[in-house]
């Protein structure tokens, strides 16, 4: 089992891991749209909070030698059913070619009061 550690992803706000690899398999801890560089939450617009949340998983899927072509599961949390066409465009920008399985779950409330958070599972390189 190997932890990924990366500044390129807002650091865990609870007694986590940013990603966990372990038998040839990532797994990565849902991301919301913090800025890693600010530490300020992106909000106000779910399309912009969308792509903090995808470039933060890029931050560790990079960190651990992956990319978005190797992720075969993830799951999307909206606090809002009526984001998730947005929510679901500015995600396919990442999914050009190969599109992970999905989940969408509504939730009642989020870490931070945000919108929108996402995890991933990706296959690791070797």
Do not use: H, W
Not at 47 to 63: C, D, F, P, S
Not at 79 to 88: G, L
Not at 109 to 118: D, N, Q, S, T, W
């Amino acid at each position: 089992m190997k932890i990924i550690a990366t500044d390129q992803a807002p650091a865990a706000i609870g007694p986590y891991s940013q990603a966990v690899q372990a038998g040839g398999m990532l797994f990565c801890s849902g991301q919301i749209p913090l800025d890693p560089a600010t530490g300020e939450l992106v909000s106000g617009d779910i399309g912009l909070e969308t792509r903090r949340v995808m470039e933060n998983l890029r931050g560790v899927l990079t960190a651990a030698g992956c990319g978005f072509d190797q992720v075969v599961r993830t799951t999307i949390y909206l606090v809002d059913m009526a984001d998730f066409p947005v929510v679901n465009e500015v995600y396919g920008d990442y999914f050009p070619a190969a599109k992970p399985a999905r989940a969408t779950v509504a939730v009642a409330a989020l870490p931070k009061g945000v919108r929108v958070e996402i995890d991933a599972v990706a296959v690791a390189k070797n």
